[in-house]
């Protein structure tokens, strides 16, 4: 029985040191990957100083939401951080909660799948060596201790290892930064030569999937952005991500029951909701390659209707002279520029 014991006793300590092991490797490769962003938008997010409009959520709010607009509108710079929505919701907040600034306008655009999902996707894991080392790294300690364990394998560590390795890792994430830059300069996409149909074989209503139960993870969610509006004075504003098609929503009396069971959620927290599903809902010409990426029109007029909405619910124009975000962005990128190496920073 004691041998038993022992040996019990050792296979727990030895799981727990290789946990402990896969954890610190996994954050110190990672590390390395962060010391330039992936992406444009995370360089916005990291450097660009508050107070700031800042709009997160999946590629629908890319292309469907017009910074500019709104810029002018409230006098406010504004980045657009969205990215892809196969990422975990309780990722997306914990970067939210990272790299809030004070006094922070935050619009969040969810894409219903954060409103039914609560699964971690293979593809995910498979980047945070690099797209998404950011979210990774905005998780609390113990956090990615857990995702560690459950979620890391010997691929990804060989994976952060190899990109640890690299030596041009730094100079090509900086080259696409440099490509976003010039092309997308508040952080959004706009690409209208995009209308090759990816969802041919697919409903608008089964893409989208705006119906099913409402996990746990959104109540949470919830939770810690009103602490978030607590503590940093932040003003979080949900609404309703831009969809292009046929069919794409089963109504109830003109309501969305998803919806309203988010509305429902968030509003119970203390989160303004903003407009209706309607507001962000067009016709199938204006869909690009997927029913979530709308052309730069239906962008152009779901912004104009979204500012109208916001300035509905109380949000003013700020006083006085601002600096915008072009201006802003320059200065994130020659802070970036400061901290690298020379010969990282000179390309053909």
């Not at 290892?161 to 900086?174: D, H």
């Not at 098609?245 to 509305?263: F, H, Q, V, W």
Request: aromatic share 10%; with cysteine; charged share 20%.
């Amino acid at each position: 029985m004691k041998t038993l014991a022992t040996f019990l006793l050792f296979a727990i300590g030895g799981a727990a040191l290789a946990a402990l092991a896969s954890f610190a490797s996994y954050d110190a490769l990672t590390a390395h990957t962060r010391k330039v962003p992936f992406s444009y938008p995370q360089l916005l997010l990291e450097r660009v100083p508050g107070p700031r409009i800042v709009v997160d959520a999946g590629s629908s709010s890319m292309f469907g939401i017009e910074p500019a607009l709104i810029e002018a509108a409230f006098r406010t710079p504004v980045i657009d951080v969205a990215d892809n929505g196969s990422i975990p919701l309780d990722m997306k907040i914990y970067r939210m909660l990272r790299y809030a600034r004070a006094g922070d306008i935050l619009i969040v655009p969810l894409e219903w799948v954060y409103y039914t999902r609560d699964i971690v996707p293979l593809d995910f894991i498979d980047k945070t060596p690099n797209e998404y080392a950011a979210y990774y790294a905005s998780q609390p300690a113990l956090q990615r201790l857990m995702f560690a364990v459950q979620h890391v394998s010997l691929h990804n560590l060989s994976d952060a290892a190899r990109l640890f390795m690299r030596e041009n890792l730094l100079r090509s994430n900086y080259r696409q930064i440099r490509n976003e830059h010039a092309k997308w300069p508040y952080g959004d996409r706009k690409d209208d030569h995009r209308r090759r149909s990816s969802v041919d074989n697919i409903s608008c209503a089964d893409y989208i999937a705006a119906a099913g139960t409402m996990p746990p993870v959104v109540e949470w969610a919830a939770g810690k952005l009103a602490e978030l509006q607590a503590s940093r004075g932040v003003r979080v504003y949900l609404t309703w991500p831009s969809v292009a098609g046929t069919d794409c929503y089963s109504m109830n009396d003109g309501k969305l029951p998803i919806a309203e069971e988010a509305r429902a959620i968030f509003s119970r927290h203390g989160i303004t909701v903003v407009g209706e599903v309607a507001d962000s809902s067009f016709t199938p010409e204006h869909m690009l390659d997927t029913y979530y990426h709308v052309d730069s029109n239906a962008a152009r007029l779901r912004t104009e209707r979204l500012i109208g909405r916001l300035q509905d619910a109380g949000l003013k124009a700020a006083e006085g002279p601002f600096r915008p975000t072009a201006t802003l962005a320059e200065e994130a990128l020659r802070a970036l520029e400061a901290t690298m190496q020379p010969q990282d920073v000179v390309f053909p």
